[in-house]
């Protein structure tokens, strides 16, 4: 049954609901790539994010299901290069909050398990989202990776399913209720830095030494 989930991030200042969801409303993903290692390293806070092989658990799903009740102003985001996505995080306290498209016409955002806060009411992240539904990239896992099960790139129903999703989506105009834009211009409502090579390199070479 779909249910809201409560947000904040460490020092609540920034909170708010994830509305209506549940596992069949959008896609439960561990993702090992470098780039999500990266910006958790970032962030000074990758003891927090990452699991023991190095995976961020990740929630696709519509921007409109995300509202931000408090805290809107603390809302910052970062783009690895150039062409990333857009990676949200609380500049209060640097928690990771979610990664976005750089352009609001996808109605599309990736939550991070760190911003819900589902020990509100006692719910497990498998209760309410449901299981990992795939674990992607698995070739960045940092570790002993003997029994993890991963797959190179997102599987081709789990791409097909979540398509289908952002397009009923965009159809109900969902791209114009997400928190992390400008509803007229579509502008981001924080504007992003950009990290130069050599400060991504550092991060994302951090644990590969």
């Not at 958790?40 to 696709?60: K, V």
């Amino acid at each position: 049954m779909p249910t809201d989930l409560p947000l904040r991030c460490a020092c609540g200042a920034v909170h708010g609901l994830l509305r209506g969801v549940g596992p069949e409303r959008g896609n439960r993903i561990v993702c090992y790539c470098d780039d999500c290692q990266a910006f958790a390293h970032y962030l000074g806070r990758a003891g927090e994010i990452l699991d023991a092989n190095g995976g961020t658990d990740i929630f696709q799903t519509s921007p409109a299901r995300v509202a931000i009740t408090g805290g809107a102003d603390q809302l910052a985001c970062v783009r690895l290069t150039s062409k990333g996505l857009l990676r949200w995080y609380a500049g209060c306290c640097r928690t990771p909050i979610a990664n976005t498209p750089p352009s609001a016409q996808l109605p599309f955002v990736g939550l991070i398990h760190r911003f819900a806060d589902h020990a509100a009411d006692g719910r497990s992240r498998d209760a309410v989202l449901g299981p990992v539904r795939a674990r992607v990239f698995g070739r960045y896992a940092l570790g002993d990776r003997r029994g993890l099960n991963t797959d190179d790139r997102p599987p081709v129903r789990m791409i097909l399913r979540l398509a289908a999703s952002l397009l009923a989506a965009r159809l109900r105009g969902e791209h114009r209720a997400s928190p992390f834009f400008d509803p007229r211009s579509g502008e981001p409502v924080a504007a992003p830095r950009v990290l130069g090579e050599r400060e991504r390199r550092s991060l994302t070479d951090r644990d590969r030494d």
